[in-house]
């Protein structure tokens, strides 16, 4: 079982930065994929980016050049550097883990409660 607790969002101007983190429990967070996702209101759920366990990295064109996803398996903590923050990045963000090196169209199994980033123009 993996708990997932998200934290830094928040309120910020258009072309702004935020850093999002996901602290999650367990002795085998290296072992996991770990993602971000979205969902704005009355929109459906998004993936954003993804990092595998073996590093390999994934990211929505949406935000290609602008997010960045790390991760800390020291600190069984991920990362998501948001930077030049777009009103539309609006949304509440959502971490989650899964086993396996499959990033994206894959179910991720275990989820965090979620972090709301609103973003003014």
């Known amino acids: 079982q993996v708990q997932l607790v998200e934290s830094g969002g928040g309120l910020v101007q258009a072309g702004g930065s935020l850093r999002l983190s996901c602290a999650a429990s367990?002795?085998?967070?290296?072992?996991?994929?770990m993602g971000w996702f979205r969902q704005a209101p009355g929109k459906e759920r998004e993936s954003v980016t993804a990092?595998?366990?073996?590093?390999?990295?994934y990211y929505a064109d949406s935000v290609k050049g602008r997010f960045i996803i790390s991760r800390d398996n020291a600190k069984n903590t991920v990362y998501l550097q948001m930077s030049s923050l777009k009103p539309e990045d609006t949304a509440v963000y959502y971490c989650a883990a899964r086993r396996g090196a499959a990033m994206i169209s894959v179910e991720y199994d275990y989820w965090g409660q979620g972090t709301q980033v609103t973003v003014s123009s």
């Open positions: 367990g002795r085998t967070f290296s072992s996991y994929t």
């Open positions: 990092i595998s366990w073996i590093g390999g990295t």
